[in-house]
């Protein structure tokens, strides 16, 4: 039986008691637990009650905020979009679907969907002039880099969508952001290969017309095949959106301060773009070239086990995840029916990953410390099957991401607890000392 959503409880039996050894002072702190999941210490009174912060790089332990958009178990390998399962979403719904259900805590009926689809499709141009703004960049500069430029210089356009204590302007922000990204990121692609822009078809639908963006040409009928249409809008679904992710996280902050949504969304794509977070899609296919063929897994293993060695298997571990990754799965699944539907009945790279992913799933090395396969193992190589070039894979994550963050930007912006995010830390740097004049000095 599904459970409603509910606001935190903490109630006075929940708590922890926190005893400073050193001065045998104990500080009684609230527990709060939510609807599933782990509960959380409330520590907003420990500063003040014992002058010491808490000390969590990288917030492997912190809850940042209260969140009933998505949740991960990653033990059990479930992943919940307001409550639906992932499997069932990639399953049953399209991105437009998920995209409204993220934003708006429930699946849509069949009217409120057509009005949806309408509205995000009625929003997919940009201002003429954002087009002259690629001019600015070098064809070889990384769509990444020219997504930075771009979102963020949406909020040089937009200033009837800036005001955040607005609902309505943030409504329309977000539904500008979620239907002009893929046309952001085609136009990134056209201009690094020299080819003219295409414009969103209002025929077409959310992954079909970015499609045809990134493949159509002004010189003839371009139709897209739809398995590719059908696979990418599955693989929009898997990468929409991830809890409180380094990039979600970094909206949020972002968005913390005030920023207009285009910042924030800029600030999110610049997160995503390392290949420890979404560059690893990339970075996986680069992984797989490096090593070539299987005969030469068993050294490329031995180089990520040595500790003097940076090399990691991109595509595997995450943060959460200490089972499987669900999308990782479904992805799978989703590699060999694209690869079959197109008639490809040898894939060398794929079958490179499946061997790697069966090596090392029997190597101590990564059973011991729980590493699996992510979403970022497979989709490189259906990205490439679709014809995507490599540069592309991570744009085309921000592109799927978008909806996570705008949806996560609203819940913060709407969060009646929400304030600056402002960390502490822990100084170990020098102690006061007397300034020397330079003449004194050496
Ligand atoms: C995404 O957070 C999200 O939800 C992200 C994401 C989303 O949808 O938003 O799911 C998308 O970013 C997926 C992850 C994509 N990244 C990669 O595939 C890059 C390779 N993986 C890693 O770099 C790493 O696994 C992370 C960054 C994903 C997770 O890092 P953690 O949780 O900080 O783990 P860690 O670095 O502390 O590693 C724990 C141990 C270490 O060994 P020891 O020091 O204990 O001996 O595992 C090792 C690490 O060296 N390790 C790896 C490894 N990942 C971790 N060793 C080899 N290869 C790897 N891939």
């Given at each position: 039986m599904s459970q409603s959503a509910t606001a935190a409880k903490s109630n006075a039996k929940d708590t922890v008691t926190v005893t400073d050894n050193a001065s045998g002072k104990a500080v009684t702190l609230p527990v709060m637990s939510g609807t599933i999941g782990p509960k959380v210490i409330d520590i907003r009174r420990l500063y003040s009650d014992t002058g010491m912060f808490t000390y969590d790089p990288g917030f492997v332990a912190t809850g940042s905020c209260e969140s009933r958009i998505t949740y991960i178990d990653g033990d059990a390998g479930v992943l919940l979009h307001r409550g639906y399962p992932i499997e069932d979403l990639a399953q049953h719904c399209d991105f437009t679907e998920v995209a409204y259900l993220l934003l708006k805590s429930e699946l849509p009926t069949a009217a409120e969907k057509e009005k949806f689809v309408y509205d995000i499709t009625h929003h997919t141009m940009v201002h003429e002039q954002l087009a002259m703004?690629?001019?600015?960049?070098?064809?070889?500069?990384?769509p990444m880099a020219v997504m930075c430029g771009v979102v963020g210089a949406l909020s040089a356009f937009y200033h009837d969508s800036l005001d955040i204590s607005d609902p309505h302007q943030r409504m329309i922000a977000s539904y500008r952001l979620i239907a002009k990204m893929p046309t952001i990121a085609a136009w990134a692609y056209k201009y690094s290969i020299g080819q003219p822009f295409i414009y969103p078809q209002n025929g077409l639908r959310y992954a079909e017309n970015f499609l045809h963006m990134l493949f159509a040409t002004p010189c003839e009928t371009f139709n897209v095949n739809p398995v590719f249409a059908k696979a990418m809008d599955k693989i929009l679904i898997l990468h929409a959106d991830h809890e409180q992710n380094a990039s979600t996280s970094t909206v949020r902050l972002a968005g913390s301060s005030g920023a207009n949504p285009f910042a924030c969304i800029a600030a999110g794509i610049a997160s995503l773009w390392g290949p420890a977070h979404g560059g690893a899609n990339e970075a996986v296919l680069t992984m797989l070239k490096q090593i070539g063929n299987k005969s030469y897994i068993g050294e490329f293993l031995k180089r990520v086990k040595d500790?003097?060695?940076?090399t990691r298997l991109m595509g595997f571990g995450h943060r959460v995840y200490k089972n499987f990754d669900p999308r990782a799965s479904i992805m799978r699944k989703t590699c060999h029916e694209v690869l079959g539907e197109l008639g490809i009945k040898h894939d060398p790279l794929l079958e490179l990953a499946m061997e790697l992913e069966k090596i090392a799933l029997q190597d101590d090395y990564f059973i011991q410390r729980k590493l699996y396969p992510n979403v970022d193992f497979y989709s490189g190589i259906i990205f490439q099957a679709l014809?995507?070039?490599?540069?592309?894979f991570t744009a085309l994550f921000a592109v799927a991401r978008t909806t996570g963050w705008v949806t996560q930007w609203n819940e913060m912006v709407e969060?009646?607890?929400?304030?600056?995010g402002r960390p502490r830390q822990l100084y170990t740097g020098r102690t006061r000392r007397e300034f020397v004049p330079i003449v004194r000095r050496g």
């Open positions: 703004f690629y001019r600015g960049f070098r064809r070889d500069a990384h500790r003097d060695d940076a014809g995507i070039p490599t540069t592309m969060d009646p607890n929400q304030k600056i």
